[in-house]
């Protein structure tokens, strides 16, 4: 089983700023089949991010990710106050299909 | 349009077992790549990942939770259905289920439903 460690655990950042947030893997991830999400109160997680740095659809294009084998990374590059919000990774490159255990990104 | 809902008890007593019905619509499970899974959140924590099912019925679970999980698919009426054995208090949580794929990750969710584990 692949463990996915996402760090930091909270990011407190203004609007308008650049957002990084990691996730590294415990073993490479197949294919680089690593997806980002975002997740909001209340609602179901949102895919943001597929195959480590393919925008899903709908995606503005300050979300970007990048990355391949065991370290990869989330980039907003300015954050709109719609993007303060809890963001997963998760490998579905092999099973079971394992998730980060989050970061939230807080409004500073 | 894609959708998917789920259904099922929100209360269950400890020791007891859990059906969950996902009823999806706007793609087919005979597709071939095609599959619908469960992932779970307990209130305030991380997402984990459950089950799922292809359009082949080749199922896959999580390793810790396996010898309480069942998926069957039901393509007729387009319905996934996850049972668990023998609930438990740290069961609490909101499933979910998802659509994904061979080398596809979850791009569509249901709404989730609320499950509570409680004598």
């Known amino acids: 089983e692949i463990v996915l460690t996402q760090s930091p655990g909270t990011l407190s950042l203004s609007p308008g700023e650049r957002a990084t947030l990691s996730c590294r893997a415990s073993?490479?991830?197949?294919?680089?089949?690593l997806a980002w999400y975002q997740q909001k109160p209340g609602q179901a997680p949102r895919l943001l991010i597929y195959?480590?740095?393919s925008r899903a659809t709908g995606i503005p294009d300050r979300f970007s990710g990048s990355g391949s084998g065991t370290d990869f990374t989330l980039t907003i590059s300015r954050l709109e106050p719609e993007d303060f919000a809890v963001y997963y990774c998760?490998?579905?490159?092999?099973?079971?299909?394992?998730f980060g255990q989050g970061t939230k990104v807080e409004i500073k | 349009q894609i959708t998917l809902k789920e259904s099922g008890p929100t209360l269950v007593k400890p020791t007891q077992t859990l059906t969950l019905t996902c009823t999806f619509s706007?793609?087919?499970?005979?597709?071939?790549?095609?599959?619908v899974g469960w992932i779970r959140q307990p209130p305030g924590k991380a997402l984990e990942w459950l089950a799922f099912?292809?359009?082949?019925?080749?199922?896959r679970y999580s390793p810790s939770l396996k010898s309480r999980l069942t998926i069957t698919k039901d393509t007729s009426k387009n319905q996934v259905v996850l049972t668990m054995t023998n609930m438990d208090p740290v069961d609490t949580a909101t499933y979910y289920c998802?659509?994904?794929?061979?080398?596809?990750?979850?791009?569509?969710w249901g709404q989730g439903t609320l499950v509570t584990v409680s004598s």
């Open positions: 998802t659509r994904a794929g061979s080398g596809l990750p979850n791009d569509y």
């Open positions: 706007g793609f087919s499970l005979s597709t071939s790549g095609v599959n």
């Open positions: 099912i292809c359009w082949d019925n080749d199922t």
């Open positions: 073993q490479s991830v197949s294919n680089n089949y």
């Open positions: 195959g480590a740095s």
């Open positions: 998760q490998q579905y490159g092999s099973s079971p299909r394992t």
